[in-house]
């Protein structure tokens, strides 16, 4: 069993983000070989995309609301609603309220 405490996770910056602070929490540091675990704060307005990345990822909403746009089609998830953005698809997502979006992130690693 690996154990990281969320005050030893440390933030990261992720291409093409805005307004956001994003924390690893588990991750290769501790010798995870197929996938990574963040948390992110997204500030109102604050968002990332469109684009498409090469691994699988969900999202787990945790706090506030997250319009997430994939192919044209708008989906709001709320707090425990997750998603899964296949690798290579297209995606966009905004925090369109006033409140912090807190959300939990589930990356592949590349191969």
Do not use: Q, W
Not at 8 to 19: L, Q, S
Not at 30 to 38: A, C
């Amino acid at each position: 069993m690996k154990v990281k405490r969320f005050a030893d996770a440390k933030t990261y910056e992720a291409a093409n983000h805005r307004g956001y602070t994003s924390f690893a929490l588990i991750n290769k540091a501790e010798g995870i070989k197929n996938f990574t675990v963040g948390l992110s704060h997204f500030l109102p307005g604050g968002g990332a995309g469109p684009d498409a990345g090469p691994v699988e990822k969900t999202y787990t909403i945790l706090a506030g609301e997250l319009t997430v746009i994939v192919n044209g089609v708008e989906t709001v998830l709320e707090p425990m609603d997750s998603c899964y953005i296949a690798a290579g698809e297209t995606r966009e997502i905004i925090n369109r309220g006033n409140d912090v979006v807190t959300m939990l992130v589930a990356v592949e690693m590349p191969k």
